[in-house]
């Protein structure tokens, strides 16, 4: 017979590092319900040119909010990460070029 013991777990915390606190999320909650609300506010209120990168920051910032709170990544490997930062990264390039050559087809008139 083997001698071995599986390792007792009295608190299924201290497996998954320093999560937050019931608090946090609904702090988290408030934050994003805020940010929501402005970007609502961009329909009702005329913001001019800022309107679009206002909506751009506030995306990013809320994706990173959820990204890293709700799904974890915050205290998930860091090459988890990376992947979601990368993926962001070439996801806002791509809107940038297709902005900018929707522009630039726009302005050119044969």
Do not use: C
């Not at 909506?55 to 490997?77: E, N, R």
């Amino acid at each position: 017979m083997s001698s071995t013991q599986a390792p007792e777990h009295t608190d299924p915390a201290e497996d998954h590092g320093n999560h937050p606190t019931p608090r946090k999320y609904v702090h988290i909650a408030i934050v994003l319900a805020v940010l929501t609300a402005l970007e609502v506010s961009t329909y009702f209120f005329d913001f001019g040119v800022i309107a679009i990168p206002l909506l751009i920051v506030l995306m990013i910032v809320k994706f990173l909010y959820v990204a890293g709170w709700f799904m974890h990544l915050k205290f998930d490997s860091r090459t988890y990460s990376r992947l979601m930062y990368t993926g962001l990264f070439f996801a806002l390039g791509l809107y940038i070029l297709v902005v900018v050559i929707t522009l630039f087809d726009s302005a050119w008139t044969p």
